[in-house]
């Protein structure tokens, strides 16, 4: 279709203030998932409804990061108890899936987890959130939730710019990667005229529409016990996977107790593992140890560095389903242990190896009400999307979350049937002196953790707004002492940090460097937004 400009073009900077309200707000990376939400609030809804409803549509209108297919982790802070609930709806590894089995059968790719394919999908948690996440906190039921996205899937909505990057991008890549039978399914939902979708294009997905509304109307038991686990056995079958009914049969979401951290006069909030919301932690743990009187210092950038660096190389030797961990995940945010690993911190930069602590492709959303109630809420295919697995008829995209396992059974990470994976989807939450202060998050694989780090420092140390916080040029530590930064960056800091020994490279990929989303709750009841700017988010409020 042709259009007189670029959309994605943008050759001059622009500005974002942040977003006042006092009814209720949602922020997304989508516009029309927000105004799923602000339907739900507007209807009856609370935050809780609000964020099932917007994480319904983000299936439908970014599947480019996500689908029904995918896995979820919520932080609810519930107004009425005055207390924060963490949600872990990541799914286990197929009870027949092993080491040995993937071996034996060549399901591996040169001894590792494959990309692609069924052999790397885990039992999918997203609808189980969902159904929770109704269950226990929301007004309406989950059919009115998931009613605004069974209404996009079926009458259309338009391609918005960088969906459409993603979907190309997504469609080459697929072309080179993922051939055959198996992927037919895939290219038939996705890219039904034989390209992707360009900005501006109506989409269609009915029999995504369908499966939605099949979900909604038996509260997601038609997905782990009903038609459509049926048919997701059949295909794993047909295309040897090691997916099957009894493992969706089995499954259950796991409410957990959120874990924290003291940071300079808050407590950032995050999902014990088997997510990585505890590297965030780590590294916030570590950095709680300094004075940052200013943010553009290279001494600043140089110890967040080289925290998040420590905090990784820990998170890569011990992380995983809390099941298989070797120590109590609570010993990595020992205060005392901070302190140690921010001595070890010198002038230049340094390569990392774990230490001993002391015995003692995703969607980002966020929602508040005027009630105080808020929801911090994630949702991931891993990679784009996913594994390129579509089942048949339904308009499942498949999340890959399995590509994270190991194959070597010496590692923290190792295969196992039933294992959670070390898992990269992560929300936040902050709090001060116990009162929620309100939701935030970064999507985007490793990347999150750092970009929770950054805007948490930005807000607490910096006092920028929501906003502000979000739109600050951002790093990314890469491995070794290899660090990328956006071009907005400033290149004289680059400059001062490679005289430090951090290797920094300039990065064109905007969307490399994560996408966020932040709610603020004021004394007065007021709520003030920031959503992302390198993405087609938006913020609906009244």
Known sequence: MYTPFDPVYQPYSSQRYPIYARGGMVNCSSPQAAAAGLEALQNGGNAMDAAVAAAAALTVVEPSAN????????????????????????GPAPMAASIEKLLADGSDENGKMPTYGWTPVTVPGAPMAWAELTRRFGRRTLAQNVAPAVRYAREG????????????????????????????????????EGKPYEAGDLIRLPNHADTLEAIGETDAAAFYTGEIAKKID????????????????????????????????????????????????????????????????????????????????????????PDHMELDYHRLLDPAYGAQRAAEIG???????????????????????????????????????????VVTGTGVSLQNRGHDFSLDEKDANALKPGKRSYHTIIP???????????????????????????????????????????????????????????????????????RLGHDIRADLSTPSFGRGQM????????????????????????
């Open 67 to 90: 689908g029904i297919g995918s896995d979820a982790f919520a932080l609810v802070w519930s107004a009425k108890d005055q207390k924060l609930y963490g949600l872990n709806s990541s």
């Open 157 to 192: 909505y338009p391609c918005s710019p960088n969906l459409a990057v993603m979907w190309k991008r997504a469609f080459d890549k697929f072309q080179k990667t993922c051939t055959g039978p198996v992927f037919d399914e895939w290219y038939k939902t996705f890219t039904p």
């Open 234 to 321: 059949a295909d794993s079958k047909k295309f040897g996977g090691y997916l099957r009914y009894e493992d969706l049969a089995a499954y259950q979401a796991k409410w957990v107790e959120p874990i924290k951290v003291d940071y300079h006069g808050y407590q950032v909030c995050e999902i014990p593992p088997n997510g990585q919301g505890i590297v965030a932690l780590m590294a916030l743990n570590i950095l709680k140890e300094f004075d940052f009187p200013e943010k553009e210092s290279a001494l600043t950038y140089h110890r967040q560095l080289e925290a998040m660096k420590m905090a990784f190389a820990d998170a890569f030797h011990y992380v995983t389903d």
């Open 347 to 389: 002038e230049t930069a340094q390569v990392y190896t774990h230490s001993i602590p002391p015995k003692s492709g995703t969607v980002y959303l966020c929602c508040a009400d005027g009630e105080g109630n808020m929801v911090s809420f994630i949702q991931s295919n891993y990679m784009g999307f996913g594994s390129g697995v």
């Open 428 to 498: 936040g939450f902050l709090m001060k002196d116990g009162k929620a202060v309100g939701p935030f998050g970064v999507m985007g694989g490793y990347m999150q953790p750092q970009g929770h780090v950054q805007v948490v420092m930005n807000y607490v140390d910096f006092h920028l707004d929501p906003q502000q916080a979000l739109d600050a040029p951002r790093w990314q530590w890469m491995r070794d002492n290899t660090v990328t930064v956006e071009t907005r960056f400033c290149m004289e800091m680059a400059r001062k940090l490679q």
């Open 519 to 542: 709610i603020v709750r004021l004394d007065n009841g007021v709520l003030v937004g920031g959503t992302e700017s390198r993405t087609d988010s938006n913020i609906a409020c009244y």
